[in-house]
């Protein structure tokens, strides 16, 4: 059974930082793009990052460029969210996604979502 199970999350200040992890088990997680999602409260769910298989290819949305890195280990079947200068803004709760390369309609997989606030 696939799962995805996302840890990290938490309270900061602003400026501050939050490393984001998700554990995949039940797949072939090498055969998987990783995405980060995050969804505030009242807002539509939102891409934030992507790592593509083999971990050589990274994207982020303009609002995250230059704070958040996207990392993965598929030794160990684990994906990271280095998140730093954290802003208000950033609250949310965080989801990972891995989408199968080939078909990523038909296998698609979510986590339960970690919940970052940024708060003074």
């Known amino acids: 059974q696939a799962q995805l199970m996302e840890s990290g999350g938490g309270l900061v200040q602003p400026g501050g930082s939050l490393r984001l992890s998700c554990a995949a088990s039940?797949?072939?997680?090498?055969?998987?793009?990783m995405n980060w999602y995050r969804q505030a409260p009242g807002k539509e769910r939102e891409l934030v990052a992507t790592?593509?298989?083999?971990?050589?290819?990274?994207n982020y949305a303009d609002s995250v460029k230059g704070r958040f890195a996207v990392s993965r280990d598929n030794a160990k079947n684990t994906a990271n969210l280095q998140m730093v200068s954290l802003k208000p803004e950033d609250t949310a709760v965080y989801y990972c996604?891995?989408?199968?390369?080939?078909?990523?309609?038909?296998?698609?997989?979510w986590g339960q979502g970690t919940q970052v606030t940024v708060s003074s």
């Open positions: 790592i593509t298989t083999s971990g050589g290819s990274t």
């Open positions: 996604n891995a989408r199968h390369k080939v078909y990523p309609d038909r296998y698609t997989y």
């Open positions: 039940g797949f072939t997680f090498s055969l998987y793009t």
